[in-house]
């Protein structure tokens, strides 16, 4: 989707916007490549009235002429990874979001920012999406990507139609098992197990689906699988299924003389094995236990765009990790990058070669707290920041940067001063002491909530929140991350060059 915007901030940093044209209050503030719509009021000699990011105000002229730049949103989803990406011709992909909206103590979801983004932000009414991927099988990652899709929650979104050209996986599935799901057969080559039920294009997920053939994916994964068979293109088709692996190179779509960016495929990566059947089928690597496959396997990507290099890790463990740096001995270049999405939320299942082959300037780390996960493990920030890239400029540290969505989220609190029942009754705090608050509380991605009271005097209210989304943006040459501040809205940003 194209929202025909008249022009972009080009400071690179932030903008601000102002209520009246004389300068006198600030209402918000833009960042370098916001889009921009010029409003009919006469311009001054210093200022023009927009609508940006949703609202209405007056910026500096000096501040816009910019051009549309690729745009990545790390969205703070809790425990789990969501990913948006806007390229400059206005394509959009969606990279996971992470829980689905029932399972989130905050009741939001990738979706909800998603739906943000198209009805706020670009004044529409559809949420147009150019490829949408599951990195994986774990319900952290695909279940906010159900929440875009499911049309019983479309009632959560402002966006009337939901429309995706593509969706892209990782092959490996839950398939229903006598003892329970599982991750279906393996076959030997040499000395490594390899599963070999792999989902690949939309008939072999219509085939997984009918109850009368084998195997059955199984759980949320199959209703998952359900919404996205259901899915439609803008132009009214069922969406395309494509299973993604190092084989394929270059994501359809993105590929070297299109359009850019350029992105590039480089894990899963896919193996020749013997079925039972004693068929050349494709297999993918059992790393052991079932949640050490699926992370294992999941989607790596890297955006090339200018000289900028952005990498997209999902889940990946110490063990796939290792995998990924045998098969890519003699130019393990291709893990270099600018910025890299941190493997698995930051947990400590991480090769540390690996790290060193990324050798990113910036990391970003999709965590969450409440969670029991205990993300980002410490030595995991520190080894982010041993392995990146060093920059110093006036005997300061330009790059290393590492980000962390759980860090970035703030929450204002509000001590509980009176009621007001809807039958007009009003009770204050004095008459409320020693009185209990029952609540039911559920933990990211737990099943059931569980109970639990409070007495009302040390209640507080959630006043309000500010998401830990990271913002990246590039023109191919400079590259920012930013993050919001709590108290007034404004951006706390840091740029440096690609050096590729």
């Not at 992105?263 to 050490?292: C, H, M, Y």
């Not at 920059?391 to 007001?420: C, F, H, N, W």
Request: aromatic share 8%; with cysteine; charged share 20%.
């Amino acid at each position: 989707m194209n929202p025909n915007f008249d022009t972009h901030v080009k400071t690179k940093g932030s903008a601000k916007l102002y209520a009246k044209a004389d300068g006198s209050k600030v209402i918000g503030y833009l960042l370098w490549g916001d889009g921009v719509k010029f409003l009919a009021d006469a311009p001054t000699a210093t200022r023009r009235r927009v609508k940006a990011r949703g609202r209405s105000g007056w910026v500096d002229k000096s501040a816009l002429g910019g051009k549309s730049l690729l745009e990545l949103y790390f969205i703070d989803v809790g425990q789990g990874d969501g990913v948006l990406v806007k390229t400059p011709d206005f394509r959009h992909l969606v990279i996971d979001a992470g829980h689905p909206r029932a399972k989130q103590p905050s009741r939001k979801s990738g979706a909800d920012f998603v739906d943000w983004k198209f009805v706020k932000d670009y004044g529409g009414t559809a949420i147009e999406l150019d490829a949408l991927i599951a990195s994986h099988n774990d319900l952290d990652h695909y279940g906010g990507l159900d929440d875009l899709l499911d049309a019983q929650q479309n009632a959560e979104l402002d966006a009337q139609t939901v429309a995706v050209e593509r969706f892209f996986h990782a092959g490996l599935s839950w398939w229903r098992g006598a003892g329970g799901r599982t991750l279906g057969p393996t076959a030997t080559k040499g000395a490594r197990k390899y599963f070999v039920d792999l989902l690949n294009d939309r008939a072999s997920a219509v085939a997984a689906l009918d109850g009368a053939s084998k195997p059955q994916l199984q759980g949320e994964w199959r209703e998952f699988v359900k919404q996205v068979v259901a899915a439609k293109t803008r132009g009214g088709q069922p969406t395309p299924f494509t299973r993604l692996s190092e084989k394929m190179s270059h994501l359809p779509g993105f590929e070297p003389g299109s359009a850019t960016p350029v992105i590039r495929v480089l894990a899963p990566l896919e193996t020749t094995v013997q079925n039972a059947a004693g068929q050349n089928v494709p297999g993918l690597q059992d790393f052991g236990e079932p949640s050490q496959s699926t992370n294992g396997q999941s989607i790596l990507l890297r955006i090339d765009y200018g000289r900028a290099r952005i990498l997209l890790t999902g889940d990946l463990n110490k063990a796939a990790q290792q995998a990924l740096l045998e098969a890519h001995a003699g130019h393990l270049i291709d893990f270099q990058c600018d910025v890299a999405k941190a493997c698995h939320h930051g947990s400590d299942d991480v090769s540390f070669a690996f790290l060193q082959a990324m050798n990113a300037s910036a990391t970003i780390i999709s965590s969450g707290d409440a969670e029991g996960h205990d993300h980002p493990r410490p030595r995991v920030v520190a080894a982010s920041g041993l392995t990146g890239y060093m920059t110093v400029k006036d005997d300061q540290i330009v790059t290393p940067l590492v980000y962390s969505t759980e860090l970035a989220r703030s929450t204002l609190l509000g001590d509980m001063v009176s009621i007001d029942l809807a039958n007009g009754t009003k009770l204050n705090a004095a008459a409320l002491a020693g009185s209990k608050i029952n609540y039911m509380a559920r933990k990211p991605g737990a099943l059931n909530p569980s109970p639990g009271h409070r007495k009302f005097e040390t209640t507080y209210v959630v006043a309000g929140v500010v998401y830990g989304l990271v913002n990246v943006r590039t023109d191919g040459d400079t590259i920012l991350c930013a993050t919001m501040n709590e108290g007034d809205g404004s951006w706390s940003f840091k740029t440096f060059k690609s050096r590729f």
